[in-house]
């Protein structure tokens, strides 16, 4: 009888673990959807500064200073907000690494990293 059941605790271990390593790889596919991120403006300053996504993650900005504020792209302007004011935002979806400014400061920076 000890045989039968060393041979039926095996069969138990190889069954749970195959169960684990699969849930584990289904909780990975979850995890490869889009996330959102926000950046605050608080006090003439981009919080936090320096931001690390994944490509297809969106980023929203929430101005929370009294005076407007913009995002543009600082190497090349192929993007830019409209101004915005105290408790609106603006977002964009990150497809590649962005270094931005505030226009209307310009030295308001920040960056976004897409995360290898």
Do not use: R
Not at 72 to 97: C, L, M, R
């Amino acid at each position: 009888m000890k045989p039968f059941l060393k041979h039926y605790h095996f069969q138990t271990v190889i069954l749970v673990s195959i169960i684990l390593l699969w849930g584990f790889g289904l909780k990975e596919n979850t995890t490869q959807e889009p996330q959102v991120h926000t950046v605050e403006i608080i006090k003439m300053k981009f919080v936090p500064q320096n931001l690390i996504v994944k490509k297809g993650d969106k980023v929203i900005w929430i101005n929370k200073d009294f005076i407007l504020h913009d995002v543009t792209d600082e190497k090349n302007d192929k993007w830019t907000s409209k101004p915005f004011g105290k408790n609106e935002s603006w977002s964009k979806v990150i497809t590649q690494d962005e270094a931005y400014f505030c226009s209307l400061h310009k030295v308001m920076k920040g960056t976004i990293k897409i995360e290898s």
